[in-house]
């Protein structure tokens, strides 16, 4: 299925929304730069260190996380450079990316629908479930789904800033009358999370996985087979998080993990609720490493 096949229908509401964000819908530059170094195919880990070494403090940070249990190397890892060759270009990446959107989330301004620290508590939880999850299917790509379970509530900072009175309007909707999240929000808003959250990650020019799953975490099973892994993944992982009751959970506190969400992970149902007990312990450690 082709790219345009995919793509969300334009909606007016989010095109505005968009258009609208202020200060959110800027990346850091260094962020920027380091995606494009690792989409351009023509890139070495050189050209990745020369632009990270620029910036002490987001080394030091990348160092942390990749000495930190949460890779269990052997051994401490000195330079970024060596980092960069034992993990390669992608995982450096999307450590540095995660470290961005981590200040994001919680540099947001309080709002009376969704609080920013138990919004970003909860995207912490539905990545280290993604994180969990994937190491369960024996795959490398852990980076990838942890960065997509971060950064599948995207939208919802969308309309944190935008429309903050209908956001606290649906969220009131739905704890009162047990609507589904996304249904409200398209009454309410005109478009839901999903799709204000993949049309601010296309403006970032995010690769297109990670679109996909910010944009289809609700219903992978409307994607084309060969698409719906990483976006049946985050929602499984989000599901669990609401469950385990970790930050904000009424966007999938009444959602289930269907058979066809299983059949894409290729996971049983026993192995991907077997995770929901040291969810709680493995949140709090990736949230201690990434706050700091």
């Not at 034992?86 to 969704?114: C, E, P, W």
Request: a negative charge; charged letters at 20%.
């Amino acid at each position: 299925m082709s790219e345009t096949a995919l793509a969300t229908p334009p909606n007016p509401v989010v095109d505005a929304a968009i258009n609208k964000m202020g200060e959110i819908a800027t990346l850091p530059e260094i962020t920027v730069k380091i995606i494009q170094i690792v989409e351009d195919q023509k890139s070495t880990a050189r050209d990745l260190h020369e632009v990270i070494r620029n910036d002490p403090a987001l080394s030091a940070k990348i160092l942390k996380v990749v000495n930190s249990a949460f890779y269990g190397l052997p051994g401490q890892i000195a330079s970024v450079d060596r980092a960069i060759v034992l993990l390669g270009l992608s995982a450096i990446k999307n450590i540095a990316i995660a470290m961005s959107m981590t200040r994001m989330f919680r540099g947001v301004r309080h709002s009376d629908g969704v609080d920013g620290m138990e919004l970003w508590r909860h995207n912490m939880a539905v990545a280290t479930a993604c994180r969990l999850l994937t190491k369960l299917q024996g795959r490398p790509a852990q980076e990838e789904s942890f960065l997509a379970g971060l950064l599948h509530d995207l939208g919802v900072l969308v309309e944190r800033q935008v429309f903050p009175a209908k956001l606290a309007e649906a969220v009131a909707r739905v704890s009162q009358d047990g609507t589904p999240f996304c249904q409200v929000e398209r009454e309410v808003l005109g478009a839901d999370h999903q799709a204000f959250g993949a049309a601010l990650a296309a403006k970032w020019r995010f690769p297109r996985t990670l679109r996909l799953a910010i944009g289809h975490h609700h219903e992978p099973g409307g994607l084309a087979t060969e698409n719906r892994e990483l976006p049946a993944l985050v929602h499984a992982a989000d599901v669990l998080a609401c469950r385990t009751g970790i930050g904000f959970c009424m966007t999938a506190c009444l959602e289930a993990i269907d058979e066809e969400t299983l059949e894409a992970m290729k996971l049983s149902r026993e192995d991907v609720e077997g995770i929901m007990g040291e969810l709680p312990e493995q949140v709090a450690l990736t949230q201690a490493l990434f706050s700091s």
